[in-house]
């Protein structure tokens, strides 16, 4: 089953990894992000080791996002990202994993202070989520 897992964060300046920039996560103790953060890469790894990672990308900076939306059958081009928004997609991965309780132990591995983590079934071609 596919899910992909999508990070939300609102560091400032906007950067990767987003705990390099989140406050939440900077007010850790040096020795705890230090240990998190070799926890996260040996997750990586492990998902790629044993072919649950599909794929995955971190974004840039949401101020260089372009959003483009119809509306009287003519398309409406605009700077992103959505003001009103705090938080902004940092980035995402693409896991393909035995149920929803393996990725749900995963989504829970990748939750950081200062960051959400959202975790989503992929449709399936047919249009079906299951």
């Known amino acids: 089953m596919k899910y992909v897992v ?16 989140v406050a939440a996560y900077q007010a850790l103790p040096a020795e705890e992000r230090s240990r998190r953060d070799a926890a996260f890469e040996e997750l990586l790894t492990e998902l790629q080791g044993n072919g649950e990672l ?10 260089t996002a372009t959003l483009y939306r119809e509306e009287a059958a003519e398309v409406l081009v ?5 003001s009103e928004l705090k ?5 995402f991965f693409l896991i393909d994993v035995a149920d929803r309780e393996r ?13 959400t983590v959202e975790l989503r079934p992929a ?3 047919g249009g079906g989520d299951d």
């Open 87 to 91: 938080e902004h997609l940092a980035g």
């Open 103 to 115: 990725a749900e132990e995963v989504a829970r591995q990748f939750a950081s202070p200062g960051d």
């Open 78 to 82: 605009t700077d992103g990202p959505y």
């Open 6 to 21: 999508l990070i939300h964060s609102n560091p400032e300046p906007w950067g990767h990894p987003t705990g390099a920039h």
């Open 54 to 63: 599909v794929g995955g990308e971190a974004l840039g900076d949401p101020g």
């Open 123 to 125: 449709m399936w071609p």
